[in-house]
């Protein structure tokens, strides 16, 4: 059984999440190397939807002569602690595009093989120049990253051979900014939901109101006559005056008095139906409270 490389992996999870580069880069910046010669950099900037460590520099490094060329990302503009894409041409076609790392002032070195995460790479020399292309991740663990909106300084510099040598003055610095934002997504506003034929309430605070009172919003609310509900007058009589009793009918001791035969009791009332109906209520009640719940009450 054959195994992929760890950077092979890699690139197939990221490619499998993140955007491609345009057919054209229309993005472009124009460098000069402290000898005076220049660069040309066409680039493109996708953001990806997934993942900021998704988006995508896409790039492409012209000069108008031959010779490797080397471009990369320093935040102290400095060789020193710099992260470089190098591409060393070949006249067989057969030429590198790879990262490396640069310690102090010595000459770069390849990185790890989990860190070869550069995708579209290519390097050719035709007519006297030498162009350059890479798509690079933005933001990878340990590295430097390169910034859609605010100053990126990038290195570079160009060799005057096809294989890695120092480069003299050929080099300089150049900070970039690319002002590379995402475009604002539109907003809709979602309709109130309705429950049963009454609608609820508009939202307040980022909160549904439950319904109230099982009124169908825009019917009148019914209002409590006063008379009906309280027949009695300011005083709380009613207006009637109790009959006193007479001297007839007042008992002239405990003895005459009859005793009149005790009414039957009524029988037990059968608390079923009320049980039932309690029932009910709790579970009209436990609907209520889920329907609250249900809209974030």
């Known amino acids: 059984m054959k195994f992929l490389p760890t950077a092979s992996i890699l690139l197939l999870l990221k490619g499998a999440a993140s955007s491609d580069c345009p057919p054209e880069l229309s993005q ?43 471009f990369g990302i320093s935040p102290t ?51 006297g120049n030498t162009v350059m292309e890479f798509t690079k991740f ?24 096809d294989f890695l040598s120092y480069h003299g003055s050929n080099k300089d610095s150049a900070t970039v900014d690319f002002d590379t934002t995402r475009k604002p997504t539109s907003s809709s506003t979602t309709p ?20 109230t009172g099982g009124n169908v919003r825009g ?18 009589d009613d207006g009637s005056t109790p009959a006193s009793p007479t001297s007839d009918e007042a008992p002239t001791s405990s003895g005459d008095v009859e005793e009149e035969p005790a ?6 009332p059968d608390l079923s139906g009320a049980i039932t109906t309690t029932k009910v209520g709790t579970v009209i009640l436990g609907a209520g409270a889920a329907m609250a719940v249900w809209f974030g009450l």
Do not use: W
């Not at 591409?87 to 390849?110: C, E, I, N, Q, R």
């Open 28 to 70: 472009t910046e124009t460098l000069t190397t402290k000898n005076g010669e220049s660069i040309t950099l066409d680039y493109a900037i996708v953001l990806s939807p997934v993942s900021e460590s998704l988006s995508l520099f896409c790039a492409r490094v012209t000069r108008n002569s031959e010779g490797y060329i080397g």
């Open 192 to 211: 109130a939901p309705s429950f049963g034929g009454i609608e609820v309430a508009e939202t307040t605070g980022g909160k549904t109101l439950a319904p």
């Open 263 to 268: 009414e039957e009791e009524d029988p037990a």
């Open 219 to 236: 019917d009148p609310v019914p209002t409590p006559n006063p008379t009906e509900a309280n027949p009695t007058d300011a005083d709380g």
């Open 77 to 127: 503009g400095k060789m020193s602690g710099a992260e470089l894409v190098i591409g060393l041409p070949a006249d067989d076609g057969t030429g590198t595009v790879m990262k490396y790392s640069a310690v102090g002032h010595s000459k770069p070195s390849v990185m790890d093989e989990q860190k070869q995460t550069l995708m579209s790479t290519s390097i050719m020399q035709e007519d």
């Open 138 to 161: 933005m933001e990878e663990p340990g590295e430097h990253p390169i910034l859609a909106t605010g100053d990126n300084t990038f290195i570079y510099a160009l060799g005057g051979n």
